[in-house]
């Protein structure tokens, strides 16, 4: 009698034991799944950054911060590959090349849904180093950061410009108002007709 109490406590323990390390597995297994379906932390090169197409970028919250460094365009940002830019935005309306100096501007109008040429991106050897924008792409901005301001307007916003200089264009010459510590400057002509955002200059 007492050799089947033990023989029968013995097939109890081999039941048990295997159970208890399936029911822990699948535990382990369920936490795992769940931890996947949280929504991955966001890694920026930066502590933050703002999508200006869904972000006013130049509004009072944010003016006094912001840097080129912060914002992202339809997800693209400076240092971004010629390769990742393509992805994204696609055959641009115009392409012009140097290819003495390994510089590639990239035109973008009607092919994003705009009129007339909205945004040129010009790489440095396949390297996104600016981002213009001109009026037409107001479809895409918000509030302040739309392309309508006067240099005083601008001056409220931004502060007196770090450097200023001329393009000479017809009739009239451009003024450039550059914020290089901001990596931002805006084309004058009696009224803002672009921006541009570039690398800071510190």
Same mark, same amino acid.
């Given at each position: 009698?007492?050799?089947?109490?033990?023989?029968?406590?013995?097939?109890?323990?081999?039941?048990?034991?295997?159970?208890?390390?399936?029911?822990?597995?699948? $535990? &382990?297994? @369920?936490?795992?799944?769940? %931890?996947?379906?949280? #929504?991955?932390?966001? +890694?920026?090169?930066?502590?933050?950054?703002?999508?200006?197409?869904?972000?006013d970028v130049f509004s009072r919250e944010l003016r006094d911060t912001i840097t080129s460094d912060m914002i992202t365009v339809f997800g693209l940002e400076l240092g971004d590959r010629f390769?990742?830019?393509?992805?994204?935005?696609?055959?641009?309306?115009?392409?012009?090349?140097?290819?003495?100096?390994? $510089? &590639?501007? @990239?035109?973008?109008?009607? %092919?994003?849904?705009? #009129?007339?040429?909205? +945004?040129?991106?010009?790489?440095?050897?396949?390297?996104?180093?600016?981002?213009?924008?001109?009026?037409?792409?107001?479809?895409?901005?918000?509030?302040?950061?739309?392309?309508?301001?006067?240099?005083?307007?601008?001056?409220?916003?931004?502060?007196?410009?770090?450097?200023?200089?001329?393009?000479?264009?017809?009739?009239?010459?451009?003024?450039?108002?550059?914020?290089?510590?901001?990596?931002?400057?805006?084309?004058?002509?009696?009224?803002?007709?672009?921006?541009?955002?570039?690398p800071l200059i510190r």
């Open positions: 009698m007492a050799k089947k109490g033990k023989t029968k406590k013995k097939k109890q323990s081999e039941f048990i034991l295997p159970a208890v390390f399936v029911g822990l597995l699948f $535990i &382990i297994l @369920l936490l795992w799944a769940i %931890s996947q379906d949280r #929504e991955p932390e966001p +890694i920026n090169e930066t502590e933050t950054e703002f999508e200006m197409t869904q972000v390769e990742q830019v393509f992805f994204v935005l696609g055959e641009p309306d115009n392409k012009t090349e140097f290819p003495a100096e390994d $510089i &590639i501007n @990239l035109e973008y109008g009607e %092919s994003i849904g705009l #009129e007339k040429t909205g +945004i040129i991106l010009h790489f440095d050897s396949y390297v996104l180093t600016r981002i213009t924008f001109y009026e037409p792409f107001n479809k895409y901005l918000i509030g302040d950061t739309q392309i309508n301001h006067t240099k005083r307007e601008i001056y409220d916003m931004f502060g007196i410009r770090e450097r200023e200089y001329n393009i000479p264009t017809r009739p009239f010459e451009t003024r450039v108002l550059v914020y290089d510590t901001r990596g931002i400057e805006f084309y004058i002509d009696k009224y803002e007709v672009g921006f541009s955002l570039f």
